[in-house]
């Protein structure tokens, strides 16, 4: 069993800040992609940002500039620094791992979603 705890989400101004984080757990032999993904009420889920266990990035257009990912391999944890937030980004944010339970079996796991609410 492998779980994705995020924690990080919560209120903030408009042109503020929030850290996300997200945590893997359980048996695992290897955790290939992290992402986050955002779902925005009436909206479909869509990617933020990824990050490959050697650090490459991407980014959506609409946080390119605005936010950052990283992660800690040693720790099973990926970060989303979220800087100069908008109204629009408001929405629960997933994380998102591509995990080898061992050298041939992948899985996609999904986190249960942390709320980011930003507000004048």
């Known amino acids: 069993q492998v779980q994705l705890v995020e924690s990080g989400g919560g209120l903030v101004q408009v042109g503020g800040s929030l850290r996300l984080s997200c945590a893997a757990s359980?048996?695992?032999?290897?955790?290939?992609?992290m992402g986050w993904y955002r779902q925005a009420p009436g909206s479909q889920r869509e990617l933020v940002a990824s990050?490959?266990?050697?650090?490459?990035?991407n980014y959506a257009d609409s946080v390119k500039g605005r936010f950052t990912i990283s992660r800690d391999n040693a720790k099973n944890t990926v970060y989303l620094q979220m800087n100069s937030l908008k109204p629009e980004d408001t929405a629960v944010y997933y994380c998102?791992?591509?995990?080898?339970?061992?050298?041939?079996?992948?899985?996609?796991?999904w986190g249960q979603g942390t709320l980011v609410t930003a507000s004048s």
């Open positions: 990050i490959t266990r050697g650090g490459s990035t």
């Open positions: 359980g048996n695992f032999f290897t955790i290939n992609m």
């Open positions: 998102n791992a591509g995990v080898y339970l061992n050298s041939i079996r992948y899985l996609e796991v």
